[in-house]
């Protein structure tokens, strides 16, 4: 594993907190599930698919990350993390 520092927010922190608790894990542990949410979610814009939610009245609606669709103009790389 590699070790790094990151500069967060007082409200992002927060958030990582909560979302941590969510996982009933650490800080850490939701980083990482946030990095593969989002790598999922860049291989399937990749593929040319579009990712929708479900909400629990039925309705539906489209996820769109402007951070992935900037990439996508840069060409993400290929493969997976490892």
């Known amino acids: 594993m590699v ?5 967060l927010s ?4 927060r958030l990582l907190a909560v979302v941590a608790g969510w996982l009933e894990g650490t800080m850490a542990d939701a980083i990482r599930e946030a990095i593969w949410v989002h790598w999922a979610l860049a291989r399937e814009f990749r ?8 909400r629990t009245d039925g309705s539906t609606a489209q996820v769109r990350l402007p951070s992935i669709e900037m990439a996508l103009s840069a060409r993400l790389p290929e493969g997976e993390p490892s």
């Open 3 to 7: 070790k790094f520092n990151v500069a």
């Open 10 to 13: 007082r409200g992002s922190y």
């Open 47 to 54: 593929s040319g698919h579009r990712v929708w939610v479900e």
